[in-house]
């Protein structure tokens, strides 16, 4: 049998391809390294796993917690919340964004109020939060959305004023009007923007959440991370921890998919434009 020849650009795939999954594979080894180090290191008492539990603890408390099926309820809760959260912060942070991209004014207006509003540390307004909206779930998803919302009319009308003057100066001379500018240049050439933001926001949301659960909550993995902190519980601390890094990090996951996905069909589409 006679062997390919690979082309250079089919050779380039490849050495991406290949690049990538070593990548993988440094990942995937530095994780087990660590976890396998603390789990050796409490095991011979070098950290005292009163403290710091262990890989193997945190498994035995996750599936005696599951066993009671409290747990997903604890899961839902804040998964719920947060959800709750990134979604209101998105969409009003990017209406926002867009109002004050329409009126220069009021741009110029809210900009020194912007960059206080961004500086402010949200948990000072726990306390208030609570008076103005209770102490429930409310008050969760409005320490959240606070968290998040601010950043995102910052980045989305920083991406928005960002669009490149000679594609507003070729509609503009074509007899288009603000609303047309932005519809056919402005937001799309923001896109980029308004995707970086989103990844943003997954890890504010869940900062968000879980400080608002930190403040009043009755349920949810923080309300879990207090109680555990209170009765000593590290064990049930560090799994309530664990189990938080894993939905921000699915969560996370599934907004960068989504972001190639669009990338991809935009391009497809550019692709086909041309031919």
């Not at 989103?198 to 879990?224: D, H, R």
Request: net charge positive; glycine share 10%.
């Amino acid at each position: 049998m006679e062997r390919k020849i690979m082309t250079p650009h089919e050779k380039y795939l490849k050495e991406v391809r290949r690049g990538k999954i070593i990548i993988k594979l440094w990942q995937f080894g530095l994780l087990a390294a660590l976890l396998g180090l603390w789990e050796l290191f409490t095991a011979v008492g070098v950290i005292d796993a009163f403290f710091m539990s262990s890989p193997s603890r945190i498994v035995t408390t996750f599936i005696d917690l599951a066993a009671g099926g409290e747990f997903f309820y604890h899961i839902g809760v804040t998964l719920l919340e947060c959800m709750i959260g990134f979604a209101i912060s998105m969409v009003l942070g990017s209406a926002i964004a867009v109002l004050l991209w329409l009126s220069v004014g009021a741009r110029k207006v809210a900009e020194p109020y912007l960059v206080v509003l961004n500086a402010l540390p949200k948990i000072a307004l726990g306390p208030l939060i609570i008076i103005w909206v209770g102490s429930g779930m409310k008050a969760i998803v409005l320490m959240a959305v606070l968290i998040c919302i601010v950043v995102t009319v910052i980045s989305v009308l920083e991406g928005l004023c960002a669009t490149a003057p000679d594609k507003l100066l070729l509609l503009r001379s074509m007899g288009a009007n603000r609303f047309q500018l932005l519809r056919y240049a402005v937001l799309p050439s923001a896109l980029p923007t308004f995707l970086s933001v989103t990844k943003i926001n997954v890890g504010l949301a869940w900062v968000g959440t879980v400080m608002g659960e930190y403040l009043v909550s009755g349920a949810g993995l923080g309300y879990l991370i207090v109680y555990g902190g209170q009765v000593f519980k590290t064990d049930l601390v560090m799994t309530a921890t664990v189990t938080l890094c894993i939905l921000a990090g699915g969560m996370y996951a599934l907004t960068a998919f989504a972001e190639k996905m669009l990338k991809r069909r935009k391009k497809k589409r550019g692709t086909g434009q041309i031919q």
